[in-house]
């Protein structure tokens, strides 16, 4: 019979194995005794967590580079607003002290060398700050809180006002729903889609289009657009930083608002991808977690 019930419980066993190399397992055991109290079996269960304590073990690893990542990054953040701003500014301010002083004795040709520096330096400056703000996604998160989607696009198009009144864009969104985010972020999110849209349009008129699809306690986000769509071979690569599929004389930027909306939507817990055409327009989705049904706009 079982007696005393004292029962042993020993998280992780190690086993020695000809085939398999060790194994761990997470093992029960309890004494069964005799009718004099005395042990006599030993009655054991055990649960194989080899391949538990592996995957831990892995995920652990991956945690711990991240760590190492997101403070490698934050350094660089610091360096990037201190640091290497400074030369640049200096760059540019002996430059146009230059120029002023000796304004008359400089040729078309020491003029045109001028502008170089000028415009490198604006550029550098530009690509600082956008590395700046992609490494801030993570180390600058506000907390979680219940936000309107519908309000963060009216918040994205009013930041965008200038842009979409000059285009005559049409901008629309059909009910959207309470999630669980950074609102702050969001808007940004936004932003940057309705932006490259509005940036790379065709010849009509912009139309962007914003609609909602919850689905077991998720939310599909799509921004459609009437662009000039995107190559399927190139729609993985617009989401890392610094890529660009067009030179900046055709179309403006530094190539980070995609890996910053990507960035977002990783912090999330969601993901982003885009479908897309060449002469067809570009639908980006996205999602977001816990959905709550809320009243909707037109712009």
């Known amino acids: 019979m079982l007696a005393g019930k004292k029962l042993v419980d020993i998280p992780e066993e190690p086993i020695h194995t000809a085939k398999k190399g060790t194994r761990y397992l ?19 269960i055990s649960d194989d967590i ?11 690893k ?32 002996f430059t146009e002290l230059l120029v002023r002083r000796y304004e008359g004795q400089l040729d078309a040709t020491a003029r045109e060398y001028v502008g170089f520096i000028l415009g490198g330096t604006r550029w550098m400056q530009q690509l600082i700050n956008a590395l700046l703000a992609y490494s801030r ?11 309107d989607l519908g309000g ?17 864009g049409e901008i629309t969104h059909e009910r959207l729903p309470m999630v ?4 702050t972020q969001l808007i940004q999110l936004f932003q940057n889609l309705v932006g490259n ?25 799509a921004v459609r657009d009437n662009g000039i769509g995107i190559a399927p071979e190139h729609t993985k690569r617009i989401f890392k930083i610094f890529q660009r599929l067009h030179g900046r004389d055709a179309y403006p930027g530094t190539g ?24 067809s327009g570009s639908t980006f989705y996205f999602t977001l977690p816990e959905p709550r049904r809320t009243a909707g706009a037109t712009l």
């Not at 080899?50 to 652990?60: G, L, N, V």
């Not at 849209?197 to 599909?220: M, N, W, Y």
């Open 26 to 44: 997470h093992t029960k055991k309890i004494p069964i005794l005799d009718d004099h109290g005395e042990p006599r079996y030993l009655l054991g």
């Open 50 to 60: 080899t391949d538990r304590k592996r995957a831990d073990a892995k995920a652990r």
């Open 62 to 93: 991956a945690a711990d580079a991240l760590a190492r990542s997101n403070a490698e990054l934050e350094q660089f953040a610091y360096v990037a607003s201190h640091d290497l701003q400074e030369p640049l500014r200096m760059v540019s301010s």
């Open 137 to 147: 996604v993570d180390s600058h998160g506000k907390p979680f809180e219940m936000t």
């Open 152 to 168: 963060v696009v009216d918040d994205a198009v009013r930041n965008l006002r200038s842009a979409v009144d000059e285009q005559h």
């Open 180 to 183: 669980s985010g950074d609102r």
């Open 197 to 221: 849209a509005l940036k790379f349009r065709g010849e009509a008129v912009p139309r962007i289009h914003v609609s909602a699809q919850a689905d077991s306690g998720r939310c599909t986000l």
């Open 256 to 279: 980070v608002g995609l890996a910053i909306a990507k960035k977002i939507v990783e912090r999330h817990g969601g993901r982003i991808w885009v479908e897309s055409q060449p002469g």
